[in-house]
């Protein structure tokens, strides 16, 4: 798990195994939601996820002048991703859905906040221990990213509740 102390490279393949973990969960959620919005909700944020982890790529390929593409497509591949962008590992997450059928669209927003609440956290302690000066330039980049995706999340929330 990234600590803040990697150089920008290990940072980065970090932060893109975080992404992953993140998007696949979310994809599977997706599946599992009761409510066509949470369904909805779970496939945009795991699409903006997908955009996260091409983002993190962009940067990893751009640092190695592109002469690792092969290789970076290999590890995209063949990585496991146990944990999301919050911290939270995904096996926890996955039994949440299965063992309950709360995924309507509330149920869906409440989680999806605090995913995407622990994942701000997290880039905003990183970015303030960063050692590396350019990690601590994307963790900050990736903690803006998490704040668009809260407050999206934060306008659907009140958007269903003044529909309820």
Same mark, same amino acid.
């Given at each position: 798990?990234?600590?803040?102390?990697?150089?920008?490279?290990?940072?980065?393949?970090?932060?893109?195994?975080?992404?992953?973990?993140?998007?696949?969960?979310?994809?599977?959620?997706?599946?599992?939601?009761?409510?066509?919005?949470?369904?909805?909700?779970?496939?945009?944020?795991?699409?903006?996820?997908?955009?996260?982890?091409?983002?993190?790529?962009?940067?990893?390929?751009?640092?190695?002048?592109?002469?690792?593409?092969?290789?970076?497509?290999?590890?995209? !591949?063949?990585?496991? /991703?146990?944990?999301?962008? #919050?911290?939270?590992? @995904?096996?926890?997450? &996955?039994?949440?859905?299965? $063992?309950?059928?709360?995924?309507?669209?509330?149920?869906?927003?409440?989680?999806?906040?605090?995913?995407?609440?622990?994942?701000?956290?997290?880039? !905003?302690?990183?970015? /303030?221990?960063?050692?590396? #000066?350019?990690?601590? @330039?994307?963790?900050? &980049?990736?903690?803006?990213? $998490?704040?668009?995706?809260?407050?999206?999340?934060?306008?659907?929330?009140?958007?269903?509740?003044?529909?309820?």
């Amino acid at each position: 798990m990234v600590t803040g102390k990697e150089d920008l490279l290990r940072s980065l393949i970090e932060v893109f195994i975080m992404e992953k973990g993140t998007h696949e969960f979310y994809e599977k959620a997706a599946t599992k939601a009761i409510s066509t919005e949470a369904r909805n909700t779970f496939q945009e944020l795991s699409a903006w996820e997908e955009k996260h982890m091409e983002y993190i790529e962009f940067l990893y390929l751009s640092l190695q002048d592109d002469r690792d593409l092969e290789r970076f497509e290999d590890f995209k !591949r063949r990585t496991e /991703a146990p944990v999301t962008e #919050g911290g939270i590992p @995904v096996k926890d997450l &996955e039994s949440k859905i299965e $063992e309950s059928v709360f995924l309507d669209d509330m149920g869906a927003l409440i989680m999806a906040l605090e995913i995407e609440g622990k994942a701000y956290n997290l880039y !905003r302690n990183l970015s /303030a221990k960063a050692e590396d #000066g350019n990690a601590r @330039v994307v963790f900050k &980049e990736m903690m803006d990213m $998490e704040l668009d995706h809260i407050s999206y999340l934060k306008k659907l929330r009140t958007r269903l509740a003044e529909t309820a």
